[in-house]
């Protein structure tokens, strides 16, 4: 199913019947067609995205607003701007990246001199209802570049332009966002050059070859959005891995193991585990368990290999956990020495001893993969009777996601979340569908 997109500011309140200016209501019922029943998406350009449907002729019901948060860390885009025949062209192309604002710099050598003007505001909105950006890029009036600069500072931006030379990553994490840099054709002049240099300015590496000036600017934008992607990653991995280790089910496994109630302590690293599935800690937590405390070394060495799997290759400890587990294989590995034909009573019940600890240690692994096939058990249970328990709607003829949210009194947004179905979606007549809890 199609669902068109329009643009309207300030957005309408859930459940009021509203028009579309006339532009927008001509390209969206003459143009697309649009019949009552139909899906729309609003957008007003300042974050929220509405979720409509047509009721009558040229009317819409709003369904549902949301808001959708910005990026964490802006990009300003400091562009010498090309000819106006490109100019559409980089101001569309940055509008889909997700610029926040576009300044104007008049360089030395630019050969182009233009300032924001409405076709602008058409060109970013059309490009804001094609991609689907919630946010309307904001238009600067054109500084000269030592301005520019300087404006960059004020709003605590990192400085950084394009480079073909291998460069460093820029340290984004105590700025507000980042100023791209882009010149005219000719390129940044040398004095231009020695002031972004004296402003800290980082070159980011593009590429090997030398960049059209809207090409830099649009690949420019696409390599910092990824930059600032993975940085944000690597901030909430951090911040996963101090909650594990601050985590209830740790700090009781770990009070019990100090207190020597290792089945206890075994039991909460576990449960940590589970609620944990991609971090390390709790892993090694057991590990050392096996190894230290249960002297259970085939234990030991499965934990050890589990905390591997999802540490990154250049941590600290990484080593040290390879090395433990070497060790540990290393001393399964080793063959024992075989009895004396003649053995005393007393080796003869050593080995008694040793042979009914071994015994303990297949059990106790056998218990261990009992319970973890009880907990798959119960979880896939309590799956299917959610699954059963479920409201369920059975698509009839002239159904649409629209209409049936509508008459089951649910959110569109969150039908089409339980149901795993996108915007192309088409609905069949004898479809089952799954209602969301209300």
Known sequence: MIVHTVFLSPM??????????????????????ASVGDAVKVLDGAGHRGHAVVVEQKRLQMEQVEFLPPPAKDIHLYCALPRRNKQDDLLKQSTELGVTAIHPVRCQRSVAQSEPTPRWELLVREACKQSKNPYLPQFAEPQDFADALRDAREKQLALVYGSIAPAEVPAFADCRGVAYFVGPEGGFSPEEFALLEKSGAV??????????????????????????MLLMMLFLVSGCEKEVSQSGYMTKGRDYRDKGDFQLAEKFFRYAALKYPAAPEPAFALAALYEESLHEPFGAIYFYRQGLKFLSQDHADRALYEANCRRLEAEIAAPSAPPPESASSAEI???????????????????????????????????????????????????????????????????????????KSVLQIGDILILPEK
Not at 12 to 33: M, S, T, W, Y
């Open 12 to 33: 309408p309140d859930e459940g009021a019947i509203f028009e579309l200016p006339r532009e927008e209501a001509e390209h969206l019922f003459k143009v697309f067609r």
């Open 203 to 228: 070159g980011v590496n593009l590429g090997p070859y030398v960049l059209r000036l809207e090409t830099a600017a649009v690949a420019g934008i696409a390599v910092l959005r990824k930059l600032l």
């Open 349 to 423: 019940e050593k080995y008694k001893a040793e042979n009914a600890r071994l015994l303990q240690l297949v059990q106790r692994q056998q218990w261990t993969v009992s319970a973890l096939r009880r907990e798959l058990a119960v979880a896939k249970e309590a799956r299917e009777k959610s699954r059963t328990e479920a409201k369920t709607y059975t698509v009839r003829p002239g159904d649409t996601l629209s209409v049936i949210a509508r008459r089951c009194r649910v959110s569109q947004a969150e039908l089409r979340r339980v149901n795993q179905l996108s915007e």
